[in-house]
């Protein structure tokens, strides 16, 4: 029988009380365990970090694949992750980038608490152990790779996005069943990164429908203290209305050694460079997303953060895995 890791990372699954709150995990792990199916042999962990999902950062999403691959060492293969919906599919997406095809990995949340007002018995109206039980079927059945399980949808956890803040179908994705052409490669996590990621600073800047200038200015205005990532999100495909000062000042940017990405800030498709309004962005030296999503245009900032220290770096290492 097949051994899967069940970790517990916090969110509304294990919430309790009127407002929500967090059951602290030693309390909260033996109730789920009074849940979980018997033909099944489960060990239940704690991650490294609990906290209500929007304020996740990348020091804990790489605490948690550090755990991961630390049980993998000890021939764990398998694993289901409980977490909050808030940044799930950022989750979803570091861990796919990190784990490539290492291990069978299926994330999960609930967007009602598992256990009533008092935490003593389950709650009467809940997702969670529905959205569990397909988690650990799919982690069962599914080849390797990292999943997101939520309301009978396995979704290529790359793709991921949260598409309704209080509906139960609320992820929307490729279907696990589509194939999913990709070729990660794990990254083994080790405490120097999880140090290095404390700092990492990416923005993501949504464009507007406002004049050109206005546009500028707040480019400019950036530029008194920048961060490592810079994401400009573009209309359509990655349309943006540009000129001349336009480009220099993204130059000015770069020259001061932050990487910036173009991408799109519509939810599904890729960017495509047909237009002849996208000429300038050869003229601008910047890098442009070849992501499934703006989750994973994170995590692969991230990952490339934790590698390279340049923006040469970044240009000439961007596209070595898609």
């Known amino acids: 029988m097949k051994k ?42 704690v991650a490294p970090s609990i906290k209500d999902s929007s304020a996740c950062t990348a020091t804990d999403w790489l605490q948690l694949i550090q755990l991961i691959q630390n049980l993998q060492l000890k021939n764990y293969q398998h694993f289901v992750v409980i977490h909050g919906t808030d940044t799930l599919s950022y989750a979803s997406a570091t861990l796919a980038r990190f784990l490539g095809q290492s291990a069978h990995v299926v994330m999960t949340g609930s967007q009602y608490p598992l256990l009533n007002i008092s935490g003593t018995n389950t709650r009467e109206f809940t997702d969670a152990i529905d959205n569990l039980n397909f988690a ?11 999943y997101l399980a939520f309301h009978h949808q396995l979704i290529h956890a ?17 279907n696990a069943q589509e194939n999913l052409v990709t070729h990660q490669q794990s990254y083994v996590v080790h405490e120097h990164d999880i140090e290095k990621a404390q700092s ?25 203290h920048l961060p490592h990532v810079l994401i400009l999100q573009g209309f359509g495909i990655g ?48 890098l442009i997303s070849d992501c499934l999503g703006h989750a994973d245009l994170y995590a692969k900032a991230l990952k490339m953060y934790l590698q390279y220290d340049s923006v040469d770096q970044w240009h000439a290492h961007w596209h070595d895995s898609l």
């Open 4 to 45: 899967i890791a069940l970790i517990y990372m916090g969110g509304t699954f294990g919430c309790i009380g009127e407002p929500l709150s967090p059951m602290p995990a030693e309390n909260f792990i033996p109730q789920l365990q009074r849940v979980l199916p018997l033909h099944l042999h489960i060990e239940c962990f």
């Open 136 to 146: 650990l079927d799919a982690v069962a059945t599914s080849s390797v790779g990292v």
């Open 158 to 174: 790359q793709t991921a996005l949260k598409q309704h803040t209080t509906e139960l179908d609320a992820f929307a994705g490729l």
């Open 200 to 224: 990492f600073n990416c923005l993501s800047l949504m464009a507007q429908p406002i004049v050109i200038e206005q546009q500028i200015k707040n480019l400019k205005n950036l530029q008194q």
């Open 239 to 286: 349309n943006l209305a540009v000129n001349q000062e336009f480009i220099t000042t993204l130059q000015d940017i770069r020259a001061q050694g932050c990487a910036i990405i173009l991408t799109t800030q519509v939810p599904f498709g890729i960017i495509d460079q047909r237009y002849a309004v996208s000429e300038w962005i050869h003229h601008a030296n910047i």
